[in-house]
């Protein structure tokens, strides 16, 4: 079985400060790392993914993610936060031997960056 | 490459009814899954299909169904309506269906039961 828990539902952060959003996972073999963003209205845009390889995965419009096995945790990380990227974040994992169809998402985590 | 679409976007419809969602996979890719999402449950998966054949279930009732046609376009249907299965019902589509690959999503179609 494979499970992600997202501990934030919502996340506030000022404009230009660092941000991070949680997220932490449980599988069975080694994991797939998956983020998403949905815009109101939107479906989920891909941001990043962690196959395997170097721990610090870098995506879309300057997202990046660590992978830290130990703790089982793929953390979504932005240096300086954009107003524009307000919106609601999902973190999802697949099994190293699930297929791309069945990916498991966690809650969500409502991103709120202020002026 | 134009995107995965869903159509129709909106519905509206009673209890009881059934209605049917389609979605157009990405030219090329393969795999279609179905996902409903709710305030309450998130993102919940419905089902995957590939090649034409259901490769993967969620855990809903038989109320719920889909299929896949050779062209890889899929339709997901829900017979006798429940207040509970308003929802926006995602699809999503992958290229070869492997592990490693990501998801593209299509926009939604929001249905609201009555």
């Known amino acids: 079985a494979q499970s992600v828990a997202q501990p934030e539902d919502q996340v506030n952060v000022a404009e230009g400060n660092p941000l991070t959003v949680k997220c932490t996972y449980s599988v069975s073999g080694n994991p797939y790392l998956f983020w998403y963003v949905q815009y109101p209205n939107r479906g989920l845009q891909f941001l990043l993914k962690y196959i395997t390889g170097d721990n610090l995965v870098k995506g879309s419009y300057g997202f990046e993610a660590e992978f830290n096995k130990s703790q089982t945790s793929f953390h979504l990380k932005k240096p300086s936060a954009l107003v524009s990227d307000s919106a609601l974040y999902f973190c999802a994992v697949r099994d190293y031997n699930t297929n791309a169809g069945k990916s498991t998402f966690g809650d969500g985590t409502t991103l709120t960056v202020k002026p | 490459k134009a995107g995965v679409t869903q159509t129709p976007r909106y519905l509206i419809k009673t209890r009881g009814q059934q209605v049917t969602l389609s979605c157009s996979p990405i030219s090329g890719h393969r795999s279609v899954s179905w996902y409903q999402q709710t305030p309450g449950q998130g993102l919940q998966f419905l089902f995957e299909y590939f090649s034409e054949t259901q490769r993967n279930k969620g855990n809903f009732p038989g109320r719920f169904s889909g299929r896949q046609f050779s062209n890889s376009r899929s339709e997901m249907n829900v017979s006798t309506l429940e207040l509970g299965d308003s929802a926006l019902y995602l699809c999503?589509?992958?290229?070869?269906?492997?592990?490693?690959?990501?998801?593209?999503f299509g926009p939604g179609t929001r249905l609201t039961v009555l």
């Open positions: 999503a589509s992958s290229s070869s269906g492997g592990g490693t690959n990501e998801q593209f």
